[in-house]
């Protein structure tokens, strides 16, 4: 069974920095690539942030987030990591990870997600 958890959510003021981990268990960590999104409280989609695909390391970020996110892997630990810095009070919002058929950062190329992690941004 594919279970992806999440953890490092939390409560930060604007500038600061949370990195979040993705625990992926269920299948050989490199077969699927993942992928962090986010949903705000309302909207009914959720919004891609970043992906990596495991098995060549290639990612992509959502523009919103470049140059302030960083997605990164431990194989070792089958985990991924999300380092958010200069974090703003719009990237308040649950953050999930899920495992997917295609490196992307669009919702539907995505079959298993975690349960989520909120992070909420102060001003």
């Known amino acids: 069974e594919v279970q992806l958890v999440e953890s490092g959510g939390g409560l930060v003021q604007a500038g600061g920095s949370l990195r979040l981990s993705c625990v992926a268990s269920g299948f050989t960590f490199d077969r699927y690539p993942i992928g962090w999104f986010r949903q705000v409280p309302g909207k009914e989609r959720r919004e891609g942030v970043s992906?990596?695909?495991?098995?060549?390391?290639?990612?992509d970020y959502a523009d919103s987030v470049k140059g302030r996110f960083t997605i990164s892997t431990d194989n070792a630990k089958n985990t991924v990591y999300l380092e958010m810095k200069s974090l703003k009070p719009e990237d308040t919002a649950v953050y999930y990870c899920a495992a997917g058929g295609l490196p992307s950062i669009l919702e539907y190329e995505y079959d298993y997600w975690g349960q989520g992690t909120q992070v909420t941004v102060s001003s």
């Open positions: 992906c990596i695909s495991i098995s060549d390391g290639r990612s």
